[in-house]
């Protein structure tokens, strides 16, 4: 029964990966990455009502709301004090980033569901991501591929085995509770991801970014 849900959430994990990667090139990650993530939450609190009939309560409601202001925060008092014009480009990339991340975590959290084991679907999830995500690559760079993928392998496979450990916990999540609070409560790594664009990218952090982080520990 979660075979239709698979193959589904492979398709939009291609997407999702694309979109992530173009809103990098173009926009500072410390921007990005909140839009990116902070779109999230309150798509899915109104996708799980409408297809999965979870209607959150008025306090989850509130905490989603809240969670979400204060990630869009980091983000756009980040491109307020920039003091150059937004990259639009940029922006809808991350839009279309968050989007395509409310699709799959909704088609995986019906998905995981019907298939009555968390770590089998886990499992199939991500075989069918390693093979679609490398076809995609290979189809679009060609022979540049090889090249490319030379400097970057070793921290490219360290980033896949944190993502599968980190999905994989939020697939479980999901057999476990309702879907909109688990969306909002992984979004708080965008907390991690400003510090990251701060120390290690050398990103203006600054004072409002750092209460729109304080909000979203609220």
């Given amino acids: 029964g979660a075979w ?27 921007q990005m990455y909140p839009i990116a993530r902070g779109t999230a939450p309150l798509v899915v609190t109104v996708l799980a009502a409408v297809f999965v009939h979870e209607r959150p309560g008025g306090w989850q409601t509130a905490g989603v709301v809240v969670a979400s202001a204060g990630l869009v925060g980091l ?8 003091g150059a014009r937004p990259h639009w480009a940029a922006l809808a990339a991350a839009v279309a980033t968050g989007l395509s991340i409310a699709a799959y975590t909704v088609v995986d959290g019906v998905g995981v569901r019907a298939s009555g084991t968390s770590m089998g679907y886990i499992g199939w999830l991500m075989i069918l991501e390693g093979l679609a995500i490398p076809a995609y690559a290979l189809a679009t760079r060609r022979g540049a591929l090889v090249g490319q993928l030379r400097p970057v392998a070793v921290r490219g496979l360290g980033g896949g085995v944190l993502s599968v450990f980190a999905y994989g916990l939020v697939l479980w999540a999901q057999t476990r509770a309702p879907l909109a609070p688990i969306a909002a409560l992984r ?19 600054g004072t409002a970014r750092i209460a729109a982080a304080g909000l979203m520990v609220a």
């Fill in 75 to 82: 983000a756009l008092w980040g491109i307020r004090g920039s």
């Fill in 4 to 30: 239709p849900y698979l193959v589904a959430s492979a398709v939009i994990h291609v997407l999702y990966q694309a979109l992530l990667m173009r809103s990098f090139r173009l926009g500072d990650f410390g």
């Fill in 187 to 205: 979004e708080s790594s965008i907390i991690v991801g400003a510090a990251i664009g701060a120390l290690f990218l050398k990103e203006r952090f």
